[in-house]
């Protein structure tokens, strides 16, 4: 009955677009339960939301004052590391920010924790540090990376540029560009220059999955699988023969 948030799929990629502006934005409203019913039916291998007002930013806005950041961080980001999203994207800020992969931090940025909310503190480059690396398919809290992306068409003035939760953060025009090949999610900041500033990767174990909640099983899960199957069987037929 509304076309103020949806979702659709793209190859392997569930997109989820919500509106953090006019909807009600309470936990238990319409949105958000739609959100949860939305991410437990899906099959796919790749979570991407998508909204106005970034979780985490400091540039022309600030997420620790204004509301409508701070109710989709509060509110919304839980469902959605509950269901294992893996990429958010949001504008408003004219900036563009990146986090590290992290997860649980839903207060403002003087509550941030390294410990607690870094799953991974590279820099997720595989000619850096590595890539952010998903252990399962739509796994809790298994880490999402959150971007800013507010500079395609503006700069303004910032915040100061420093939320604890970004690795990168500059006041330069360009645009995100992102590539999903099977389990490897690419993700560029790409300059109006043609020059790439900012580039990460994301990867998971795709191989096996396709319903949900359940983990992308590797050879060690499967052979547990098969192991604890016969295990059973043998359970069955020592009681039968009882």
């Known amino acids: 009955g509304t076309e103020a948030y949806y979702s659709f799929d793209y190859g392997n990629v569930h997109f989820v677009c919500l509106d953090s502006y006019d909807t009600d934005r309470a936990t238990g409203g319409a949105m958000l339960t739609w959100l949860e019913s939305d991410l437990a039916a899906t099959a796919q291998d790749w979570i991407i939301a998508f909204w106005h ?92 990376v959150h971007i800013t992306a507010g500079s395609g068409g503006q700069l303004s003035s910032s915040h100061g540029l420093n939320h604890p939760a970004h690795f990168y953060a500059v006041r330069e025009r360009g645009s995100i560009v992102i590539d999903v090949n099977g389990g490897t999610m690419e993700v560029k900041f790409l300059r109006e220059t043609g020059a790439v500033d900012d580039y990460f990767t994301l990867t998971k174990d795709v191989s096996v999955g396709g319903l949900p909640g359940l983990p992308a099983a590797g050879p060690f899960t499967l052979l547990l699988g098969i192991v604890s199957l016969l295990l059973c069987g043998v359970a069955f037929v020592y009681r039968r023969a009882k």
Do not use: C
Request: hydrophobic share 30%.
């Open 53 to 144: 007002h970034p979780p985490y930013t400091k540039g022309s806005h600030n997420s620790d004052t204004e509301i409508e950041h701070m109710e989709m961080r509060a509110n919304a980001l839980p469902i959605l590391e509950d269901y294992g999203v893996d990429l958010t994207l949001g504008g408003h800020s004219h900036v563009y920010e990146r986090t590290f992969l992290i997860a649980g931090h839903y207060g403002l940025s003087g509550t941030w924790n390294e410990a607690e909310h870094i799953v991974d503190g590279g820099n997720g480059r595989t000619d850096g540090d590595g890539a952010y690396f998903k252990r399962f398919f739509k796994a809790p809290q298994d880490g999402a």
